[in-house]
């Protein structure tokens, strides 16, 4: 068992960044490939970023390629997603989830509780 809490979330200006923080506890953090989703209101849940368990390949949504950065650090149990230049559009509740590594939901077998990032325009 896996458990993720995010945290990081909050309310910027279009054009700002934030970064999102998720740290694992139970099971050994660097067996797990992460992924970030995201939901919007009246919208499905869709995938931003994915980093293999070693880190060394990264996936990203075309939507926030070259805005966004999914990173993780094994000693610390943490995995982050750094987004810049944020858009009204990206306004959603955003997920960490530890599974396998791929951009579909199913790939992932825990899910943290998520965090609001509101974007302002």
């Known amino acids: 068992q896996v458990q993720l809490v995010e945290s990081g979330g909050g309310l910027v200006q279009a054009g700002g960044s934030l970064r999102l923080s998720c740290v694992a506890s139970g099971r050994t953090f660097s067996i797990y490939a992460m992924g970030w989703f995201r939901q919007a209101p009246g919208k499905e849940r869709e995938f931003v970023a994915a980093?293999?368990?070693?880190?060394?390949?990264?996936y990203y949504a075309d939507s926030v390629k070259g805005r966004f950065a999914i990173s993780r650090d094994n000693a610390k149990n943490t995995v982050w997603l750094q987004m810049n230049s944020l858009k009204p559009e990206d306004t959603a509740v955003y997920y960490c989830?530890?599974?396998?590594?791929?951009?579909?939901?199913?790939?992932?077998?825990?899910w943290g509780q998520g965090t609001q990032v509101t974007v302002s325009s």
């Open positions: 989830a530890a599974g396998g590594y791929g951009f579909h939901e199913s790939a992932y077998d825990y």
């Open positions: 980093i293999s368990f070693s880190g060394g390949s990264t």
